[in-house]
């Protein structure tokens, strides 16, 4: 039988840009124009608040990874912690997150391609999928390259535009759009000009941005030295959010009044045609094709990975437990590309709201997982005193600080189902859910049978 055991052969260097590759995506691209449309600049406050709850979240998960040499997901946590149908449910959810993500994003690889080559948009993404595919299947050595270079494409793209952003505020450079100041942020309407409904509103999409920063601890079996690694890259989260995200929304801000974006453009497209880049708009698709493949890439890599470990478990098919000569579970690996493959090609046919809808149930599942990490954490900290006396990693602030982002969660599920756009979503979600506890009540009913009868 094939070696069973994933390869540790993730450097410090990928599950750094890994980390950050997960916190900068097409929430932060594409999705914060809609966003700054609801709040304006009390956007800032939405991704602030966001971005200290997920913190936490990371913090429990890092603490619960490091406990106990065996854990290689937070899926085995929840089944130590929770038992075996939380794992399950949790497991299959979160495959079913990053699938909803990877067929979003591969589509919009096909939209970004048509910028530049009259071709069907289906072509360059079951091009995209078949390379991702074919990478991923060598090593995970190459998945953390892979993921290293599309994260430093981000890094430097707001890199540029923070620094492009400090000179011509120092500058008062003026602009179409009127004068760079950091006065854009307040004269407008205020810093609330929709008032605190449309601040609301904006975190469902907020949420979003920030899905796929817990694929450090997906990661997590395949470090070299998790020790080290999975701390380091936690501890920085909170910097990088107030740069990547604090900072880059207030220089946007600062150039382009919140009043002249569009909901359905890019505000980087439009920062970087705005002071005077003939050639913004291709630079700017370029990343954003990159961040696309880039979520795309981590989704096939971690969809596969949560399938590995739902087997290992008992929890699905025998053969997604299998790797390849490479260490790579390629069964598992080559099903998840499937499923997104049709998504793909079927989602051709979904109408203009689509991108909104999947938003929604992902960052809603989202939402499941990490509040299943916290509820771990919480089990944690009442149960398991000899485990705690050992940590070299403790989450701060335990447990109150996990009840109020357990808070701050429900709140804004509560928001999603006042709001009209969200509100489909969020109702048809539990049928998700419903699906995967029939399906685990009948896989123990088997179970129980064929015990009966050995």
């Given at each position: ?8 052969d993730?450097?410090n260097?990928?599950?750094?840009l ?6 900068i ?11 700054i449309?609801l ?10 608040i966001v ?5 936490f979240?990371m913090?429990?998960l890092?603490e619960?990874?490091?406990s ?8 085995d ?6 038992g075996s149908?939380?794992?399950f449910v ?5 495959w ?8 979003a994003?591969?589509?919009a ?22 390379i ?35 000179i ?6 003026k602009?179409?759009?009127g ?6 942020l307040?004269e407008?309407?205020g810093?609330?000009p ?7 509103l904006s ?13 450090v601890?997906?990661?997590?079996a ?20 107030l ?10 801000l ?13 505000p ?36 596969s ?7 290992k ?11 390849n000569?490479n260490f ?35 960052a ?9 990490i916290?509820i771990?954490?919480i089990k944690?900290?009442?149960t ?8 070299t990693f ?10 109020a982002?357990?808070t ?11 709001a ?8 048809l979600?539990?049928?998700w859910?419903?699906l995967l ?12 049978d064929?015990?009966?009868t050995?």
């Amino acid at each position: 039988m094939a070696q069973q055991e994933l390869k540790r052969d993730l450097k410090n260097r990928h599950v750094q840009l890994i980390a950050i590759g997960g916190t900068i995506g097409t929430g932060l691209f594409l999705g914060s124009g809609k966003a700054i449309q609801l709040a304006g600049p009390s956007i800032i406050f939405a991704y602030l608040i966001v971005g200290i709850a997920v913190f936490f979240v990371m913090r429990a998960l890092g603490e619960l990874l490091l406990s106990k040499a065996g854990y290689q997901s937070f899926t085995d946590i929840a089944k130590d912690y929770l038992g075996s149908r939380a794992a399950f449910v949790t497991g299959w959810t979160y495959w079913f997150c990053w699938i909803m993500v990877a067929m979003a994003d591969v589509i919009a690889v096909g939209v970004y391609v048509q910028y530049w080559f009259d071709i069907p948009q289906w072509v360059p993404a079951i091009i995209c999928l078949i390379i991702l595919l074919g990478l991923n299947l060598l090593t995970v050595k190459l998945f953390g390259e892979l993921e290293f270079w599309f994260a430093l494409i981000k890094v430097i793209t707001i890199l540029v535009l923070i620094a492009i952003g400090v000179i011509l505020l120092v500058m008062g450079f003026k602009t179409d759009a009127g004068t760079v100041t950091i006065q854009n942020l307040w004269e407008h309407g205020g810093l609330f000009p929709n008032g605190i409904s449309g601040f609301l509103l904006s975190f469902q999409m907020v949420v979003f941005a920030y899905v796929g920063v817990e694929l450090v601890g997906v990661s997590a079996a395949e470090t070299s030295n998790p020790e080290k690694n999975i701390p380091s890259a936690i501890n920085k989260i909170p910097a990088r959010i107030l740069f990547f995200y604090v900072g880059a929304l207030i220089i946007l801000l600062c150039i382009n009044p919140w009043t002249e974006l569009n909901a359905a453009e890019s505000p980087f497209v439009k920062t970087f045609s705005l002071v005077g880049i003939p050639i913004a708009a291709g630079i700017i698709n370029f990343v954003v094709l990159t961040s696309a493949a880039s979520a795309c890439n981590s989704g096939l890599f971690s969809t596969s990975r949560i399938l590995f470990n739902l087997s290992k478990n008992d929890q699905a098919p025998s053969n997604f437990a299998k790797l390849n000569k490479n260490f790579v579970p390629s069964n598992a690996l080559f099903t998840s590309t499937l499923v997104v493959s049709v998504g793909a090609l079927l989602s051709k046919l979904i109408p203009a709201q689509a991108f909104g809808i999947v938003t929604t149930i992902s960052a809603i599942c989202f939402i499941w997982v990490w509040g299943i990490i916290l509820i771990c954490h919480i089990k944690y900290k009442k149960t398991r005193p000899q485990l705690q006396e050992k940590s070299t990693f403790k989450a701060p602030f335990t447990p109150f600080v996990n009840y109020a982002v357990l808070t701050l969660f429900a709140m804004i599920l509560i928001i999603m189902l006042v709001a009209e756009e969200t509100r489909p979503a969020l109702l048809l979600t539990p049928l998700w859910f419903i699906l995967l506890f029939i399906l685990y009540s009948n896989r123990r009913k088997k179970e129980k049978d064929i015990k009966l009868t050995a």
